[in-house]
């Protein structure tokens, strides 16, 4: 029931972008065109899945016994910076492909809020290693829907006429607006659901 | 090169506003915005990091080889973080509770870094301690307009400490300003008017040189 919960709750109910505030940045930067979306929505699955494992480990194995709780925020910016360059060097070399599809997306994801924001979740919620992992997941699979819908929105505009003052970041956020109204839809559908 | 320290401070407010010149660190610019003394608090733990975090890269500046600058200045942001987070949660409690987990985010604000990569890398103490200070108002300055206008709406009345203004509502207040799409509709609306200000500005002074 827990993981369903979680799941759901990444992916529509809490959405990181709409519903949280996270992973603002690179939402609207890199969400001009649905193919790099895609690189980036890819990416940050991956190391948002990765670093949620990484650190609730960190976090149970290390920090907690040692009762370092106050070293948590260097701790797992170190952890996530590493974990970021470390990818990049594998899939230099195993994936060569994909490395030259992500291209500057994989170093960004290290300033992405929404992956130190969700490894900060997971303590403050204390789920262990697997729930941890599995947050990570649903949350990056959420911000992905997120960029993805509003990648294919940004895609239409071209075709528009849109106002000189509204063109760019204005419409962009008025945009993210309307959807993260769509998606305050989800709060009490699931609520009457599961309570 | 020698630029007026005064300049470095006053930029921050209009020429390079960090919210809506620069358009970065929005995330706790929305998140954070719901009220005027959450803006505020949120706004001094900002100023606070990004001068202590431009005047150390500054001064180490000379001795850190480029190839590890970004681990370096991460370390050198994240010290001042924990410093806020552990003085906040000892002496305001409530404050913390409510900011939460956005206030060990300032560490990934992309605001800090970039004055460190653009401008405290490259330039001497005072000048970063005055671009730190002054970009970091700026940013509080944004921070309590927003909060300002959605507290307004959302709740008919600004409410620090005891003060009330208005006194009683003058208006059924709209909720939904509180929530996560009025703040995104919100500031974007605020940089719409603002883009027609500075359109309205540059066509005047167009006039002017005919």
Same mark, same amino acid.
């Given at each position: 029931m827990e993981i369903i919960a979680i799941i759901l709750g990444g992916v529509l109910?809490?959405?990181?972008?709409?519903?949280?505030?996270?992973?603002?940045c690179p939402f609207v930067g890199v969400s001009r065109q649905l193919e790099t979306a895609l690189g980036m929505s890819g990416a940050v699955v991956f190391v948002m899945t990765m670093a949620s494992a990484v650190t609730a480990a960190l976090e149970i194995y290390v920090l907690a016994p040692l009762g370092l709780g106050y070293l948590r925020t260097i701790a797992y910016i170190l952890v996530i910076a590493s974990f970021v360059q470390l990818v990049e060097i594998f899939m230099k070399k195993a994936a060569p492909g994909l490395y030259k599809a992500l291209g500057i997306y994989l170093p960004l994801i290290t300033t992405n809020c929404a992956v130190l924001g969700v490894t900060m979740l997971n303590v403050r919620r204390s789920y262990g290693i697997l729930l941890s992992t599995l947050n990570g997941l649903a949350g990056a699979l959420g911000w992905s829907l997120a960029i993805i819908i509003f990648a294919g929105i940004r895609e239409r505009w071209r075709l528009m006429d849109i106002p000189k003052t509204l063109e760019g970041f204005p419409l962009a956020l008025i945009s993210t607006g309307l959807m993260s109204l769509a998606f305050l839809g989800f709060q009490n559908l699931f609520k009457a659901a599961f309570h | 090169m020698k630029r007026s320290v005064f300049y470095d401070f006053i930029k /921050? %407010? $209009? !020429? !390079?506003? &960090?919210? %809506?010149?620069?358009? $970065? /660190?929005?995330c706790p610019t929305l998140a954070v915005t719901t009220s005027v003394v959450n803006g505020f608090w949120m706004g001094l733990s900002v100023i606070f990091v990004l001068v202590f975090a431009n005047v150390f890269v500054s001064l180490l500046r000379k001795v850190t080889p480029d190839e590890i600058r970004l681990p370096v200045f991460v370390i050198l942001i994240a010290t001042p973080v924990v410093i806020v987070e552990l003085v906040m949660k000892a002496y305001l409690p409530a404050m913390y509770e409510i900011l939460g987990i956005f206030v060990p985010l300032i560490v990934v604000n992309c605001i800090i870094i970039a004055r460190a990569e653009a401008f405290a890398f490259k330039h001497p103490v005072l000048n970063s301690f005055a671009d730190g200070l002054g970009i970091g108002s700026g940013f509080t300055a944004n921070l309590i307009l927003i909060s300002a206008i959605r507290e307004f709406l959302g709740t008919g009345q600004i409410t620090v400490g005891s003060f009330r203004? &208005?006194?009683? &509502?003058?208006? !059924? &207040?709209?909720?939904?300003?509180?929530?996560p799409p009025g703040g995104f509709i919100c500031l974007g609306l605020l940089m719409a008017i603002l883009n027609v200000l500075l359109a309205r500005r540059e066509r005047k002074m167009k006039a002017q040189a005919v």
């Open positions: 109910i809490n959405n990181f972008v709409f519903m949280q505030y996270l992973g603002l | /921050g %407010f $209009i !020429e !390079e506003n &960090p919210t %809506f010149r620069l358009v $970065i /660190g929005m203004f &208005p006194q009683a &509502p003058l208006f !059924e &207040p709209a909720a939904v300003m509180l929530t």
